[in-house]
């Protein structure tokens, strides 16, 4: 199938993963719930009692939002991505109060776990010689979406935007459909202003989605037989049947990839370190703002690092597809090199006074892992049996979401610990040791048993 017979369906995959990226409010999200004129939770309220709703949503809605994006092929679930994405917007902006606001980091847990349609629908529509073409081209969207929306949020944030350029925002609010004339009554761009920008990005991408023509195979649920060429699907008497040879099929694609020694190291690696990225992210604005609350200068980048970290995290994403590098060989030193470049970053940022060197070190810690992690996508991509990589891709990110939910609720929950913001990177630092420690014993034993032989 040539590239202009889906050329199409691509266009309207990577604008939706563009709008939906489109949210400049997201850096400001601690600013904009606790702020006086704002929502006015308490510092305590979002760290301990907001926040860690989404770690609990993600980890508990990933597997089977994973089993019914198959079973239902793969566009409703981007379509209730892109809807729960909008409620989430509705709730932030109109909705009040502590338990309004774990609602809507419930819902976004769920938007968030509803990606994996995303990035596999384009697999069922195109065949496998442009995999590499258009998986490029579906991740370029979204980081540039990113970029796009750190930048405008930097921006906005940080000049004046009067008459000139309400018309330009009255535009993201028209897509949205939702109360474009209420930026008559403000001034300047606040942090409300910026959700309503939002809003109007992710409703354009449920739009957008809307659009996207329906598939008729999916790899579980409903593949074809290999012997007829017949599709497979749940009908009636047969549902027990099909249903019983898709968790059969399940079992045995993550049996023969999780087989190999090669693939549990890259594996355990992807599990420990997104967990890690996931809690720095979740977690990084209070930190930054414990920081700013000791300086004289009030004036906040958040979205301009956001947008930096996602460009530069884009190039280095481009660069390790293009050079040429023996990783099976290389990647034991690179696991262990930012495994301790990344507790010593994550402890200098623990104490620091300046918000520059946090910044800073927010966006070595970013970039190291998409670094890593895009060796250990190809590492384990040509390592694992054909139609399996969803599936370990989706177990490891499960595994990290159930480490980070232990992690959240023992460090951050109110129910645990609710350490300090600093105690918690102190902990991320020395966790992030314990992965290099655990590594280094690892490779030191396989070196000592090779030897041996």
Known sequence: MALKHYVGTLLILCLFGFFKELKPSEPYLTEYLTGFEYKNLTKDDVYQKVYPVWSY???????PVFLLTDLVRYKPMIMFEGLVYVVTWVLLLWAEGVVAMQVMQFIYGMATASEVAYYTYIYAKVPKTDYMRVSSLTRFSILMGKFVSGLLSQLLDTFDVRAAAVPYIRMGKFVSGLLSQLLDTFDVVDYRELNYISLGGVSTAFILCIFLPSIKTSIYFHHKDPDNDTLQEPNGHKDRGL???????????????YRQNYVIKWSIWVAASTCLNFQIGNYIQPLWQEIQVDQEDSELF???????TTL????IVALVGLVKFNWSKSGDYAILLISVLGAIVLAVMSQTQSIWVAYVGYILIRM????LMTVASFELASHIPNDSSGLVFG????????????????????????????????????????????FASYFLLKAYCDMKR
């Not at 249903?243 to 990839?257: I, T, V």
Request: hydrophobic share 55%; aromatic share 14%.
């Open 395 to 438: 177990l490891n990110t499960w595994v990290a979401l159930g480490l980070q939910s232990l992690l959240t609720l023992a460090v951050a929950d109110s129910v645990g610990l609710a350490l300090p913001i600093r105690d918690q990177f102190v902990v991320y630092a020395s966790l992030y040791g314990l992965v290099g420690v655990f």
């Open 57 to 63: 949503a993600y980890f508990f809605v990933l597997i």
């Open 302 to 308: 958040n979205g301009g690092v956001e947008a930096v």
């Open 243 to 257: 249903c019983f040879r898709a968790s059969q099929l399940l079992w045995n694609h993550a049996k023969d990839s």
């Open 368 to 371: 190291s892992y998409q670094l």
């Open 312 to 315: 530069l995290g884009a190039l």
